[in-house]
């Protein structure tokens, strides 16, 4: 079956860094998305993967290893309003996303 | 980037009346939508596949008769929730990709609609 992992709650402190993991497995793959998610609100778009690597984009970074089906959300200096639920989505053969249930991180001064 | 917009934000509607929801791609087409509910900490579930001139794709386990959806235009999606009742009570969110445009894959979601059935 199709299935995506990711821990359910982080804590960080701020001004630190944070790696959150999710591993996938999916029927083909097409791409392995970040999505930020504040309580109550939609989720907003961080990172695409499709190809073995790191993608940087200032203070967030995304890696992905198609052959282990793992990827990485790496978050640095972290700020108070980085507080929210991270979701991981695997794109399978369908161009369909599977979604992981969130990891919800925890920020503290 | 591109911008989806949906409404209502919140709506509050008694038992057994019906609720409607819209999605709006504002500066792209869309042939394709996506309706998502998301209850309290959990993740977004896929409810169904909304495609432009045709009948929507429902995921298992969605009842297409009470939760219709048209997409009579490229640009517009509803998702009507008919005879709600209190278990419905969810954060409903729509998305689309634009992909005419440069399509990174990314999908572009709207704000959400909160329905609360009394």
């Known amino acids: 079956g199709q299935n995506i992992d990711q821990p359910t709650e982080m804590t960080a402190t701020e001004g630190a860094i944070v790696q959150i993991n999710c591993t996938y497995q999916t029927s083909g793959f097409n791409g392995l998305f970040w999505y930020q998610q504040h309580a109550g609100e939609a989720p907003t778009f961080l990172s695409y993967n499709v190809l073995d690597g790191l993608e940087e984009k200032g203070r967030f970074s995304s890696f992905l290893s198609r052959s282990k089906g793992y990827s990485y959300l790496l978050l640095k200096e972290l700020q108070m309003k980085d507080s929210a639920s991270y979701l991981c989505?695997?794109?399978?053969?369908?161009?369909?996303?599977?979604w992981g249930a969130g990891t919800k991180l925890i920020i503290k001064p | 980037g591109a911008v989806v917009s949906q409404h209502p934000s919140w709506v509050i509607c008694k038992s057994g009346t019906s609720v409607k929801i819209e999605c709006r791609s504002l500066?792209?087409?869309?042939?394709?939508m996506f309706w998502y509910r998301q209850f309290p900490k959990q993740s977004l579930m896929l409810m169904a596949t909304s495609n432009e001139g045709s009948k929507a794709t429902y995921e298992q386990g969605v009842e297409k008769d009470k939760f219709l959806i048209n997409h009579a235009s490229l640009t517009l999606s509803t998702l009507t929730v008919t005879s709600a009742h209190p278990e419905d009570s969810s954060f409903y969110i729509c998305?689309?990709?634009?992909?005419?445009?440069?399509?990174?894959?990314?999908?572009?979601f709207g704000e959400g609609s909160r329905l609360t059935v009394l």
């Open positions: 500066d792209f087409q869309a042939t394709t």
């Open positions: 989505a695997a794109m399978d053969s369908n161009y369909q996303l599977i």
């Open positions: 998305s689309a990709r634009d992909v005419q445009g440069a399509d990174t894959g990314e999908l572009f």
